[in-house]
């Protein structure tokens, strides 16, 4: 792919010089009152501070630590649920999918079909998604290293479908604990693709709290800040009005009350990195 290609989708940008994108909501869709709260107020923040936003929420964590932990309210109420965000609220949706039956159902109602580290290399999943004609956010695995998404990206590619994202959300460092190498966005970025930089999910601590995921939430900050300064050109957050009672990933999610200070500190720094750029 061409360095620097560049897509929109509902009118927002990503790539080349565009403007710095936010990608927020809750982990997973726990209800429709939670989403609809959640959507407004991002909303709000996003275009107090010209942020073109896309709104984030999973129809289905498919992938727990245990078998007893939420999943889903049900795959169609979810999705009629982001599908009111879309019409509603005319913010563009990004959701997970899990399966290539997944993909097509999901395809009907948002703009962005998500594809989970864990499934980077599922080549079925990835041109099942491609096929779709939708945006492509494909998360790198915690295993895998950033140049092996160029592989991934092509699965897409293969379909016809150029538009793919390229998501960093921290790598295995041992047993219960990741790292973000900010090495891997550079690296990522030569592939020519738009880069995602997941600031919450790269603090999970996966399987740390036994039957849960634990989290450093309190790294946030300084990894969004880190990923404005090497160059992003999306921030993904999953934030929540009180992470403590949330279904999924409590331990790492944003407190929604803390989502604009966090934008304020990255739009700096953002800018700060392309007058750099520029001189």
Request: net charge positive; with cysteine; hydrophobic share 45%.
């Amino acid at each position: 792919m061409r360095s620097g290609s560049s897509f929109s989708v509902h009118g927002i940008t990503f790539g080349g010089s565009a403007p710095l994108v936010l990608i927020a909501g809750p982990c997973v869709v726990e209800s429709r009152e939670l989403v609809m709260r959640t959507a407004e107020r991002v909303q709000r923040i996003a275009r107090k501070h010209r942020m073109p936003v896309v709104f984030k929420s999973s129809y289905k964590k498919a992938n727990r630590t245990s078998a007893r932990s939420f999943t889903t309210i049900g795959m169609e109420k979810a999705l009629a649920v982001l599908e009111e965000v879309r019409r509603d609220l005319g913010m563009p949706v990004l959701t997970d999918v899990h399966t290539e039956m997944e993909a097509a159902a999901a395809a009907e109602v948002v703009d962005i079909l998500q594809i989970p580290a864990f499934l980077c290399r599922q080549t079925e999943l990835l041109q099942a998604a491609g096929r779709t004609g939708r945006v492509v956010n494909i998360k790198k695995g915690q295993f895998a290293a950033p140049a092996d998404m160029a592989l991934a990206a092509e699965k897409v590619r293969e379909t016809g479908n150029r538009r793919v994202l390229l998501t960093e959300r921290g790598t295995t460092f041992g047993y219960n604990n990741l790292v973000v190498d900010m090495r891997g966005l550079e690296i990522m970025r030569r592939t020519g693709y738009p880069i995602v930089l997941d600031a919450t999910h790269s603090v999970q601590l996966p399987s740390g709290a036994a039957t849960t995921s634990g989290g450093q939430p309190e790294f946030i900050f300084p990894l969004a800040r880190a990923g404005a300064a090497v160059g992003i050109n999306a921030l993904f957050v999953e934030t929540h009005p009180d992470p403590r009672k949330a279904l999924s990933d409590a331990a790492s999610q944003l407190k929604l009350d803390l989502l604009e200070g966090l934008i304020k500190q990255v739009k700096a720094v953002d800018s700060a990195r392309r007058a750099t750029v520029r001189s």
